[in-house]
């Protein structure tokens, strides 16, 4: 139906005899080598006294079948190579089924030697009793080939299979010689293969053998992308209108390319037209590939127009570009100097681009991107001075990539500033973007820059859970209770935050691990002020600072403030359990202060709490050992009766 869509051209002629590598160079060293032919001077005597091919009974050749089966059964290689030699060496062949697992067996090895001793043999029987050999079997051997990542054997074989009519249908070995060309460059090898299996096709009506669409593109990218030929192309094309195939996107695709390179414009046209005759909507292929040709021919200007023709057509709306084209737009601009160029064309791109594409789907970030993963972030930073330099508004996709890639780099101080310039343009980050510079600024330490972004993203960001607990984590795991202090005053009356008693417990812990007291003291202070309600890890943390710094009474007055707030209703009031039982205990032992030692003990066993008498009276004996009752008992009558309560609480001889 689409024949006459282009002009039709005078049908290749394909030669019946296609050139097949000499098979034996190959198989070095020597694996069924031709014998030279001796030369003309020899001796004819020599000639007569040659000994004559043994020619192999019945029994024999059984003998040499039940062999080679053993050989397989027991992967005996070499014995299973040997009998079949024997065998065909005397004109015999095994069983078809033995012949076909000697070859899948040989295939299935991974050293080179039995690699092409399966070659051999199978190129061996197509060559000589191509009725025992199995398609599956030639599809294992071309598998192997792929892993052993080698081209010319598999070429060689297909090869020899069009020469001896061994025809096996295209659907079953047309995709792994394509891999294979893939692999290896041999593109341009896989356009010849494909070009005698068209012709088999057609001049010999086996529609079987006809190559599919992949294979035509990839037959159309050895013309186009690899020849640069119209004529080869466009035969290509031909071939595929006899066989009654359809070009896809792909296809055009690389038409445009070639196209595009040689400067056709009238047929680049043409071919859009196409494409709309047969339906084909998404352009992206046939722009993307327009723009490689364009830039491969240094037609700059027109690579500029087909971007921004793409935008037109889509309404404003990215042409979602993949990241080697631009990459191939910038490297080509690049070799002419063409920051101006690309500064122009992202203004241009801004003008058009549709007000609800999103910033890193736009032309722009494309652009940048591609500076930045080409690593000509100096580049990037150019074009974004030139398009100030111009009086173009500059767009968010513009800083993206940068500031990603100073992200990356951790060089935050650089970013921190380019985020102010970006907030000074009326621009808006996003969280996302807030959350991974924050990140990137903690862990390099730059805790300054940190706090910077987040006052920024309290402007304009609603959710700021996430990046708040990347700062309070990281100054508690860099033990910077002060920067965590001063953070919090600052940011805790803010609604989003949600500041709660544990955030400031994390604070006075960190100030009493690192034995600064007097900050604790402050931090809980202004905790309370705050109306935040302390709770037992608040007081555990106080407590465990005092009895560091040796200052018992601060533990003395913690108690008068806690047994206020005990409740035998665990519901309400502190949780006072075993832990601030037995921190209270052994703090205010070491204090001496046992009136409140003991009603600690009357609180615990009112509220009905273990308390492990033995560790007290090891404490009272550390730090009391030399305390009289009797000399308390001139000086304090009721610190005497509140020694002697302990002391018989502990089990201590009052």
């Given at each position: 139906m689409w024949r006459g869509v282009f002009p039709l051209l005078r049908r290749r002629s394909f030669s019946t005899t296609p050139e097949i590598p000499t098979l034996y160079s190959f198989l070095q060293p020597t694996i069924f080598a031709l014998k030279k032919t001796p030369p003309s001077t020899t001796n004819p005597a020599t000639t007569t006294n040659r000994q004559t091919p043994k020619i192999l009974t019945q029994d024999h050749i059984t003998n040499l079948e039940s062999t080679l089966h053993k050989s397989l059964i027991t992967n005996n290689t070499n014995e299973a190579w040997a009998s079949f030699k024997s065998l065909t060496s005397n004109s015999a062949f095994p069983s078809k089924s033995l012949t076909n697992s000697l070859i899948t067996h040989l295939s299935s090895l991974n050293d080179t030697i039995n690699l092409k001793r399966a070659f051999a043999s199978i190129v061996y029987v197509i060559e000589k009793n191509p009725k025992s050999l199995d398609f599956e079997t030639v599809q294992l051997f071309l598998g192997s080939m792929v892993r052993a990542n080698t081209a010319a054997p598999a070429f060689a074989l297909i090869k020899c299979m069009f020469k001896n009519r061994f025809f096996m249908p295209f659907r079953l070995w047309g995709d792994i010689l394509i891999e294979i060309s893939r692999k290896n460059d041999k593109v341009i090898a896989f356009l010849k293969v494909f070009e005698e299996s068209c012709r088999i096709a057609i001049d010999e009506k086996l529609d079987f053998m006809k190559p599919d669409m992949d294979a035509c593109n990839v037959a159309l990218e050895g013309c186009c992308c690899e020849l640069e030929s119209v004529s080869e192309a466009e035969k290509v094309i031909e071939t595929m209108s006899v066989l009654g195939i359809k070009p896809d996107e792909l296809s055009f695709g690389f038409l445009a390319y070639l196209y595009a390179l040689k400067g056709f414009q009238d047929k680049i046209i043409e071919l859009n037209g196409l494409m709309s005759g047969f339906g084909f909507s998404n352009k992206r292929l046939f722009f993307s590939y327009l723009i490689r040709g364009y830039v491969k021919s240094g037609s700059f200007e027109a690579v500029s127009e087909t971007i921004l023709r793409s935008l037109r057509e889509q309404g404003g709306l990215d042409m979602n570009f993949s990241e080697e084209t631009y990459c191939q737009v910038v490297k080509g601009f690049m070799k002419d100097g063409g920051i101006k160029g690309l500064a122009n064309l992202i203004i241009e791109a801004q003008k058009l681009e549709s007000a609800t594409i999103a910033a890193d789907k736009?032309?722009?970030?494309?652009?940048?991107?591609?500076?930045?993963?080409?690593?000509?972030?100096?580049?990037?930073?150019?074009?974004?001075?030139?398009?100030?330099?111009?009086?173009?508004?500059?767009?968010?996709?513009?800083?993206?990539?940068?500031?990603?890639?100073?992200?990356?780099?951790?060089?935050?101080?650089?970013?921190?500033?380019?985020?102010?310039?970006?907030?000074?343009?009326?621009?808006?980050?996003?969280?996302?973007?807030?959350?991974?510079?924050?990140?990137?600024?903690?862990?390099?330490?730059?805790?300054?820059?940190?706090?910077?972004?987040?006052?920024?993203?309290?402007?304009?960001?609603?959710?700021?859970?996430?990046?708040?607990?990347?700062?309070?984590?990281?100054?508690?795991?860099?033990?910077?209770?002060?920067?965590?202090?001063?953070?919090?005053?600052?940011?805790?009356?803010?609604?989003?935050?949600?500041?709660?008693?544990?955030?400031?417990?994390?604070?006075?812990?960190?100030?009493?691990?690192?034995?600064?007291?007097?900050?604790?003291?402050?931090?809980?202070?202004?905790?309370?002020?705050?109306?935040?309600?302390?709770?037992?890890?608040?007081?555990?943390?106080?407590?465990?600072?005092?009895?560091?710094?040796?200052?018992?009474?601060?533990?003395?007055?913690?108690?008068?403030?806690?047994?206020?707030?005990?409740?035998?209703?665990?519901?309400?009031?502190?949780?006072?359990?075993?832990?601030?039982?037995?921190?209270?205990?052994?703090?205010?032992?070491?204090?001496?202060?046992?009136?409140?030692?003991?009603?600690?003990?009357?609180k615990s066993q009112e509220m009905k709490i273990f308390v492990d008498k033995w560790r007290y009276k090891q404490a009272f004996m550390e730090s009391h050992k030399k305390l009289k009752v009797s000399k308390l008992r001139k000086r304090n009558f009721r610190k005497m009766e509140a020694l002697i309560a302990f002391k018989n609480w502990v089990g201590l001889n009052a």
């Open positions: 736009s032309t722009g970030f494309g652009i940048i991107s591609a500076c930045v993963n080409l690593r000509l972030s100096d580049k990037a930073h150019s074009i974004v001075d030139e398009m100030d330099a111009q009086g173009g508004s500059v767009g968010l996709g513009v800083f993206l990539p940068i500031l990603k890639a100073y992200c990356k780099e951790y060089r935050t101080a650089e970013a921190t500033q380019l985020v102010m310039d970006i907030s000074n343009k009326g621009l808006q980050l996003d969280e996302g973007s807030y959350d991974a510079l924050i990140e990137a600024s903690m862990t390099s330490q730059d805790f300054q820059s940190a706090f910077t972004l987040f006052r920024d993203m309290r402007e304009g960001i609603a959710e700021l859970k996430g990046s708040y607990l990347t700062i309070m984590t990281g100054l508690m795991e860099k033990q910077r209770p002060e920067l965590m202090a001063a953070f919090l005053d600052e940011i805790v009356e803010d609604p989003r935050v949600e500041v709660k008693t544990h955030d400031w417990n994390s604070i006075i812990h960190a100030f009493c691990k690192a034995g600064r007291l007097e900050d604790a003291k402050r931090t809980f202070r202004r905790m309370t002020f705050l109306q935040f309600e302390p709770n037992d890890q608040t007081y555990l943390s106080l407590i465990n600072g005092y009895v560091t710094a040796e200052k018992y009474f601060g533990v003395l007055m913690l108690w008068n403030e806690v047994k206020r707030k005990v409740s035998l209703d665990k519901e309400k009031g502190i949780k006072f359990d075993q832990s601030l039982v037995d921190a209270f205990l052994y703090a205010m032992v070491k204090g001496g202060f046992f009136d409140a030692v003991m009603q600690v003990v009357e």
